[in-house]
């Protein structure tokens, strides 16, 4: 059973420029959600994608867009790049199955904003 | 909205020993789900223990056990015979079953593991 693979494990962009990011969610998981992590914080939720359609949304501006294939695999696009979008970006994926709580997270991309 | 607060930035324990890392949360829902994610240096976010609402009797895992305190909407994680290998950012995490699948998280607590 693979895990949760995303690509790049760092990156460096310059202000106002665009990102994607990419996350191959865990084999038989058709659920991916995106965090933002932030120095020192914990993650904030930031969309997440199910049979290819967004799911819900948290505080985020639509800068901040998504994809999710068909083979679940998803991508997390960040528009205008901003100095405040340097963190961590950590994808988890899962099974939207009452009672499971089979989250499974990936070891996330550093992006840094100069 | 739901609201996760860990209060002890950084903790320490020597090898052997037990620790106990606190978690409040504020809700005000019936049914929920919360848990306790631990992440190395590696980043990844691996889940330790979680615990339904509506089963009173505390989760175990191991040498880690949870104070569920549904009432006090209190959330403790109580690490027993510590090891070197569980220094890491542990995170406390709220789940509800009426949202989406997020989960929101606390700000987290360094634990140290001392020899």
């Known amino acids: 059973e693979t895990g949760v693979t995303q690509s790049p494990t760092h990156l460096i962009k310059t202000r106002g420029q665009q990102v994607t990011l990419r996350c191959s969610s865990q084999?038989?998981?058709?659920?991916v959600s995106w965090y933002q992590q932030a120095l020192g914080q914990g993650p904030q939720f930031i969309f997440q994608?199910?049979?290819?359609?967004?799911?819900g949304r948290g505080n985020f501006p639509p800068r901040f867009s998504g994809l999710q294939f068909p083979n679940y695999s998803s991508e997390l696009n960040v528009n205008a790049l901003e100095l405040d979008d340097s963190a961590l970006y950590l994808c988890a994926s899962s099974r939207p199955v009452r009672g499971n709580y089979g989250y499974t997270f990936g070891s996330g991309t550093r992006l840094t904003v100069v | 909205a739901q609201t996760v607060t860990q209060s002890q930035p950084e903790m320490s324990v020597q090898e052997a020993e037990t620790v106990t890392l606190s978690c409040t949360y504020d809700?005000?829902?019936?049914?929920?789900?919360l848990f306790w994610y631990k992440q190395p240096p590696s980043r990844q976010m691996i889940l330790v223990i979680r615990q339904e609402a509506y089963k009173q009797q505390n989760a175990t895992e191991n040498r880690f056990s949870v104070n569920f305190q549904k009432a006090a909407k209190s959330f403790s994680l109580k690490i027993s015979d510590s090891q070197l290998g569980d220094a890491a950012m542990y995170f406390c995490a709220y789940r509800s079953p009426l949202d989406t699948d997020k989960l929101i998280f606390g700000t987290g607590t360094r634990l140290q593991v001392f020899p």
């Open positions: 994608y199910y049979r290819e359609e967004e799911n």
């Open positions: 809700t005000s829902e019936s049914d929920y789900y």
């Open positions: 084999s038989g998981h058709n659920t």
